[in-house]
T-cell receptor, first 113, second 113 residues
Framework: AQSVTQLGSHVSVSEGALVLLRCNYS??????LFWYVQYPNQGLQLLLK??????LVKGINGFEAEFKKSETSFHLTKPSAHMSDAAEYFC???????????FGTGTSLTVIP | KAGVTQTPRYLIKTRGQQVTLSCSPI?????VSWYQQTPGQGLQFLFE???????NKGNFPGRFSGRQFSNSRSEMNVSTLELGDSALYLC????????????FGAGSRLTVL
């Protein structure tokens, strides 16, 4: 079975500071991993995905994530936070043979001016 | 290219009533998945439809049902509403079942009084 754990339901950073959102997964087979972002009153938008190619994945809006198999992690980072990054972020896992996505409970990012 | 369209966006019902939510996928997408989003629980998978057939089902009671039409539009129905059914219901479409990219709609926010 697959599952995702997002450490920290709320994260606050100052504008210009590093953003680090943590995601650990559990999967019995090689996983595909995703980060989605949700702005208020909107659906989820794909930020980036890992599908067994390069372990460092670059996404939209300056975000990137690194797949670390030994740590079963897929943390999301951005070097410098912007006010527009304030949103809810979801990590998700899926297997290459399965149809279902498994989402974490989300991390709400607040950016302090 | 139009995105995933969900209607209605907001609705209020009372306990015991039933509700039907609609989802129109991106043109050409044949798979539609439904998720329930509640604070602290993240996204919980309801079901997936492809070619008018339910392909996968999450762990929800039988009060939750869905269907898909020949034009790939999908509806979900919740009967005998309970207070705990208050949530944001998200629909996501993809080209085919098992695809690695989901495109989400903005959701239908259901409040049960």
């Amino acid at each position: 079975a697959q599952s995702v754990t997002q450490l920290g339901s709320h994260v606050s950073v100052s504008e210009g500071a590093l953003v680090l959102l943590r995601c650990n997964y559990s999967s019995s087979v090689p996983p595909y991993l995703f980060w989605y972002v949700q702005y208020p009153n909107q659906g989820l938008q794909l930020l980036l995905k890992y599908t067994s190619a390069a372990t460092l994945v670059k996404g939209i809006n300056g975000f990137e994530a690194e797949f670390k198999k030994s740590e079963t992690s897929f943390h999301l980072t951005k070097p410098s936070a912007h006010m527009s990054d304030a949103a809810e972020y979801f990590c998700a896992v899926k297997t290459n043979t399965g149809n279902q996505f498994y989402f974490g409970t989300g991390t709400s990012l607040t950016v302090i001016p | 290219k139009a995105g995933v369209t969900q209607t209605p966006r907001y609705l209020i019902k009372t306990r015991g009533q039933q509700v039907t939510l609609s989802c129109s996928p991106i043109s050409g997408h044949r798979s539609v998945s439904w998720y329930q989003q509640t604070p602290g629980q993240g996204l919980q998978f309801l079901f997936e439809y492809f070619s008018e057939t339910q392909r996968n089902k999450g762990n929800f009671p039988g009060r939750f049902s869905g269907r898909q039409f020949s034009n790939s539009r999908s509806e979900m129905n919740v009967s005998t509403l309970e207070l705990g059914d208050s949530a944001l219901y998200l629909c996501a479409s993809s080209l085919t079942t098992g695809a690695n990219v989901l495109t989400f709609g903005a959701g239908s926010r259901l409040t049960v009084l």
